[in-house]
């Protein structure tokens, strides 16, 4: 088979980022957990302070249970599924709970790895091609997905000769920043389950914090991606960020969410406060509305963001497939048609 782009989405043992010569650096394992489903009597439920636990368990007959269970053990070895169950079980809670049965067992690690680079001519890297790290909250799969989200529109256009190759340059500018942020966080979240004295003073530390209602607003955004911002420009907080999902009113008296705008592979135009209101045949957007879908429509005039809260509503936003805002309609903004022309494409010849 022979294609003009090659986008590597092969695993963190990725063929195609070996073959590319792309470095795969950051933090070798320093320890490791197994996770299992088995069934177990009596088990003690819960998460274990030093990380993993068992639960939840769904009643079987008499006292058996079958669990989802994680403990941590820094032992590599096992002869069989039903012994490496039994043997971290009983080196974490000093029983093995009669462990028989298992149906899933699998064995991770904390090595922390990221792609020096998202891009190698035609070659492109997303999900754990490009980053692998611990599954401390959950981060993973959206990291992966929004890599793909990010970089599907940009390829499309590139492959259509829409747009010069260049725009996916900005697919690593982009996302790996954001990789590198995710990679910080749970190598953070592994060192707080670390069981020694001095973590468990770390562990307090961060309980403290968490306790306060900033701390957890910011780190929930963060875990669940939501505090993403690319660097788009400062005319507007809302620039770089992805569009809230609000209810926007359109002319004839119906809502839609922007979410629903932005239904095919084009950015979305979108008059989107109870200010002056951009017509939707305007003569700057015009040369591109086969890429563009355009919602004439008003919402409130104040807008709740993740992490930096309270903004005032822009009088018209240019939404990128990927739910990101690239304009804005502010005073200092640059002209539209420039970001048309960096997001869309050049316009068409006539």
């Not at 320890?31 to 302070?49: C, F, N």
């Not at 569009?243 to 989107?272: E, K, Q």
Request: charged residues 20%.
């Amino acid at each position: 088979m022979r294609a003009a782009w090659l986008v590597g989405c092969d695993g963190g043992r990725s063929l195609v980022r070996k073959a590319a010569g792309i470095a795969f650096v950051g933090l070798d394992p320093s320890t490791s957990w197994i996770i299992a489903e088995v069934e177990l009597d009596d088990p003690v439920l819960g998460v274990r302070p030093e990380g993993g636990g068992i639960g939840p368990a769904t009643p079987g007959p008499a006292t058996a249970a079958s669990a989802w269970w994680c403990a941590s053990t820094r032992s590599a070895t096992s002869t069989s599924r039903r012994s490496t169950s039994c043997a971290a079980l009983d080196a974490t809670y000093g029983s093995d709970f009669g462990a028989r049965a298992p149906t899933r067992l699998a064995r991770f690690s904390d090595v922390s790895r990221q792609a020096a680079a998202y891009r190698a001519g035609r070659v492109l890297l997303a999900g754990d091609a490009a980053h692998v790290h611990p599954p401390q909250g959950g981060q993973g799969l959206n990291l992966g997905v929004q890599d793909a989200v990010n970089l599907g529109w940009k390829l499309a256009l590139v492959a259509q000769g829409a747009a010069d190759d260049d725009l996916l340059d900005t697919y690593h500018d982009e996302r790996h920043p954001v990789g590198a942020r995710v990679l910080d966080l749970t190598s953070a979240q592994v060192a707080l389950a670390t069981p020694d004295e001095r973590h468990a003073a770390l562990q307090a530390t961060v309980a403290e914090l968490l306790a306060m209602d900033e701390p957890r607003r910011r780190l929930a955004a963060q875990l669940a991606g939501l505090d993403v911002r690319y660097d788009l420009g400062d005319a507007h907080p809302l620039l770089g960020r992805r569009m809230p999902d609000l209810d926007l009113a359109l002319t004839d008296g119906t809502t839609v969410a922007p979410s629903s705008c932005s239904t095919r592979p084009a950015p979305c135009w979108c008059a989107s406060t109870r200010r002056r209101r951009p017509r939707a045949d305007d003569t700057t957007v015009e040369p591109w509305r086969h890429r563009l879908r355009v919602v004439d429509a008003t919402a409130d005039a104040i807008w709740d963001l993740p992490v930096i809260g309270s903004v005032d509503a822009p009088a018209a936003v240019l939404i990128r497939p990927d739910g990101h805002v690239a304009w804005t309609a502010a005073a200092d903004e640059e002209p539209l048609d420039v970001v048309l022309t960096r997001w869309c494409g050049a316009q068409p010849r006539t």
